[in-house]
Structure formats: structure tokens, C-alpha cells
């Protein structure tokens, strides 16, 4: 059974503020990656692929601190890499987010990266909330089979691990390919339905059905709120 999108899409008043807010200009593009700064996730690799990209594309890092010794260790790797590439103007950072700032903030960008370190996954509510949002998206080749199938080319777009260049190529073809950033949207979220609440909630009432005896009933107890 799946979990569900950790992010619900919140209306945006006014896109185009947001993305002038962000230091976006008006001929941009925002990339956007969502999650802690964590060993996993490959940000080192979206940062190297913005070296090959136009001075007008841009990166948002959605998202709090490492939180671990290994992970703030793997921070300073990525500042290292901003340094030594002389990035940091491109790369805005926005820390911790309230939930309906990250949707916002992820409605105001044209694409998400995710460079998985292991594949992609349906375990990363980062990848459920960018899919939610209907954000054509980059990742990592799954490790394993995923249902639904994430498919390159019609679902999302997909590279190896650590591959920047092919990582930047993606980005600026999606920037070129007005019709394939529809199609990618139109895919994120048809496949986002999949992980509604509701959704979620009838696969559960299924499977204990499956493992009750028969002839009992599915009872749901309302929830305390005194504990």
C-alpha cells in the first residue's frame, strides 16, 4: 500500500509575483528539487548540471537542514560543489517551508529534479509531492518495479545516478519542448490519483478484508482526541 503526497496543492494568487520573488526572470527557468539536504538525493548533481545550463535557469532547494552527522557532512559537500562551481547566485534556498509554502513555491517553478542516489521511488513523499503538483519531473531509473510504472519519455524523464550532464540536457530540453512539458504534467497527475488519501484508505479496507475471518466486519473506532 502506497503512502500518500505529504504535500497538498494550495491555491497560488499570483504566480508571476512568486517567480519575481524568487529572482526569477521573466524569460527563466525554475528548477525545483524538494526535501532535506541528504546523501540520498543527489543534489550535488543538480548543482553540477546547472553549470551547463543558460544563466537564466535557475535552482530552488524546498526544504530544511541535514539533519545527521552524515548528512550535514554531505551539506558541506554540496556547498563545496556551489563554491568551486561559483553558483551560489543561481541557487536560492529557501529552508524550512510551511506545507502550503512548498506547494506554492513548487507551483511557481517549471520542473523538479530529483536525482535519486537509489532510484526512484514511491516511498519518497518528495517524488509524490512534485507529481501531485503536476510538475513535469526528473529522476533517477527505479530499482525496482513501480506500480504504476514510471515511464521515460511519457511519465517523467529519466537518467542514471550522478549523471549531470544528461541530468542538464533533460532540463533544457524540457525547456525547448513546450508539448513534452504538457505531456509530463498531464502524466504527473494522472499518476498523483493513484496516491490520494482516499485511495490509500480503500486499499487498506481491502487488505483486512483479505485477513479477517470470514464473516467479521471492518469496524473503524472514531479517533480520540483527549490523547
Known amino acids: 500500500i502506497p503512502i500518500g503526497a505529504n504535500i497538498a496543492v494550495q491555491p497560488l494568487a499570483d504566480r508571476a509575483a512568486l517567480r519575481r520573488q524568487l529572482g526569477v526572470a521573466d524569460d527563466g527557468f525554475l528548477v525545483a528539487y524538494f526535501g532535506l539536504i541528504n546523501h540520498t538525493k543527489g543534489v550535488h548533481t543538480i548543482i553540477e548540471a546547472l553549470q551547463y545550463l543558460p544563466e537564466t535557469t535557475r535552482l530552488v532547494l524546498i526544504g530544511g537542514s541535514a539533519a545527521s552527522p552524515q548528512d550535514q557532512e554531505y551539506a558541506q559537500v554540496v556547498q563545496a ?91 533544457e530540453r524540457l525547456g525547448d519542448d513546450l508539448k513534452l512539458h504538457a505531456q509530463l504534467a498531464s502524466a504527473a497527475r494522472t499518476i498523483a490519483r493513484a496516491f490520494h488519501w482516499d485511495t490509500i484508505a480503500a486499499h487498506h479496507l481491502a487488505l483486512y478484508r483479505q485477513v479477517l475471518a470470514p464473516g467479521e466486519q471492518v469496524r473503524l473506532q472514531p479517533r480520540r482526541t483527549d490523547v
Open 81 to 171: 560543489t556551489l563554491d568551486r562551481l561559483d553558483l551560489h547566485e543561481r541557487v536560492i534556498w529557501t529552508g524550512y517551508l510551511s506545507a502550503e509554502d512548498v506547494s506554492r513555491t513548487l507551483q511557481a517553478a517549471d520542473a523538479a529534479a530529483l536525482p535519486f542516489v537509489d532510484g526512484a521511488s514511491y516511498r519518497r513523499g518528495s517524488l509524490l509531492a512534485a507529481l501531485a503538483h503536476g510538475l513535469p519531473t526528473i529522476t533517477t531509473s527505479p530499482h525496482v518495479p513501480l506500480d504504476p510504472p514510471l515511464r521515460h519519455n511519457h511519465d517523467v524523464l529519466l537518467i542514471d545516478p550522478g549523471d549531470a550532464i544528461n541530468l542538464a540536457l533533460e532540463i
